[in-house]
């Protein structure tokens, strides 16, 4: 099956700076990639995703790049704000034209912290 | 527009015993997924429903067992509790799937689910 791993664990940056969170899939058959931040009591909120026949995508401060061969993508933050602060995950998954089954292969999650 | 649902926020049981946790999807979407998250183990996915019919199942035991009803609304139940299954349980609804589109996931807050 699928496995992802996702690094680093912890992330502490100053307002204002950018982040990198980097994934790694091990299934090339995947073919779709979110991001998903969890705050403190809440469920995992989309932020951005994106699908294997794309290799960058962009909204606002936030950008995701994917690179197929390497089977690797990252999550890339710009201007970073407190209200950034929450845990960060990635997922992979494929889709299958037969039964048309799915699931979202999680990452282990990345602890993004903004210092004011 | 509602979001995903889920029923109740809090739970506390006792070994041995049972439960059954509910999960409303956005209006109109018709696959619900579950999944458990815990800190040891993160986010791992259960079972996927769609048109009342189990599409998908991750690697947990029999004990875990879920129902889709014609209304899209889906519920999960775990019999025999174990210590273990202390995490907050997931669900996500997207629109339909099927094939090789993967549509997005949206999450509900989750119940959290304690066994004492």
């Known amino acids: 099956g699928e496995n992802v791993e996702q690094h680093p664990s912890t992330l502490s940056v100053q307002e204002g700076d950018s982040a990198v969170i980097k994934c790694t899939y091990s299934d090339s058959a995947s073919n779709y990639f979110p991001w998903y931040k969890q705050e403190l009591g809440k469920g995992p909120q989309l932020i951005i995703d994106?699908?294997?026949?794309?290799g960058e995508k962009k909204d606002q401060r936030i950008a995701v790049t994917l690179n197929k061969t390497a089977k690797h993508f990252s999550l890339h933050i710009t201007e970073t704000q407190p209200e950034d602060s929450a845990v960060y995950f990635c997922?992979?998954?494929?889709?299958?034209?037969?039964?048309?089954?799915?699931?979202?292969?999680f990452g282990s999650g990345t602890r993004l912290q903004v210092q004011p | 527009k509602a979001g995903v649902t889920q029923t109740p926020r809090y739970l506390i049981k006792t070994r041995g015993q049972q439960v059954t946790l509910s999960c409303s999807p956005i209006s109109g979407h018709r696959s619900v997924s579950w999944y458990q998250q815990t800190p040891g183990q993160g986010l791992q996915f259960l079972f996927e429903y769609f048109s009342e019919t189990q599409r998908n199942k991750g690697n947990f035991p029999g004990r875990f067992s879920g129902r889709q009803f014609s209304n899209s609304r889906s519920e999960m139940n775990v019999s025999t509790l174990e210590l273990g299954d202390s995490a907050l349980y997931l669900c996500?609804?997207?629109?339909?799937?099927?094939?090789?589109?993967?549509?997005?996931?949206?999450f509900g807050d989750g119940t959290r689910l304690s066994i004492l």
């Open positions: 994106i699908r294997s026949n794309v």
């Open positions: 996500a609804s997207s629109p339909t799937g099927g094939g090789y589109s993967n549509q997005p996931q949206h």
């Open positions: 997922a992979a998954s494929r889709g299958y034209m037969d039964t048309g089954r799915r699931a979202l292969t």
